[in-house]
């Protein structure tokens, strides 16, 4: 057994409201409410003025809604906030990073690079100045290479961490070609 239902009166425009003594207007009883056809493009709107209970009038009223041209064909998707966050928070691990160490690992490689071809020119041997030969020509040179290595490394290791959380970002987001 169904709880009692008001019984729906048909407005001049086309939509239902209730009665409050819950009986069918006399002079629309014979007519039933339809559903606006899934074709209609837009449905007139009732302007209805009530009383509010300090007494002051309260109105509603509906205006159509013009979208720009490039909006025409778009379209709402449904997405949960918790979805919405935890993107948000794997991308902010991206936007929130610090210097990043590969770039000092790359300012050492040009350094020592520098250093190094510098020192081709110079009167350096290994007779008249063996510290300094060792330093400008073993020392530099494996530092420069090292560093170099380290830069590649890291910024390897940067990049697919960045391409990680892109994918692990689209695999939670609704895709709009895929929705029904």
Not at 55 to 71: F, L, M, N, W
Not at 81 to 105: G, H, K, T
């Amino acid at each position: 057994m169904q709880p009692s239902q008001p019984s729906p009166v048909l407005l001049k425009r086309g939509l239902t409201s209730f009665n409050s003594e819950h009986n069918m207007d006399e002079k629309n009883s014979n007519e039933a409410f339809q559903p606006p056809s899934s074709q209609a493009i837009s449905v007139p709107v009732a302007e209805v003025t009530m009383r509010s209970p300090s007494g002051d009038d309260i109105r509603y009223q509906a205006y159509s809604v013009k979208r720009p041209a490039q909006d025409v064909d778009d379209f709402l998707i449904e997405c949960r906030a918790s979805v919405l966050e935890r993107c948000r928070s794997q991308l902010n691990r991206i936007v929130d990073s610090e210097f990043p160490l590969y770039e000092i690992m790359l300012a050492i490689s040009c350094a020592a690079t520098g250093a190094f071809l510098g020192a081709l020119p110079t009167d350096i041997t290994h007779q008249t100045s063996p510290l300094m030969w060792k330093f400008y020509f073993a020392i530099v040179p494996l530092v420069g290479s090292s560093s170099l290595v380290a830069y590649f490394l890291l910024r390897r290791n940067e990049v697919q961490s960045a391409t990680r959380i892109a994918k692990a970002v689209l695999a939670d987001l609704p895709d709009p070609c895929n929705t029904k």
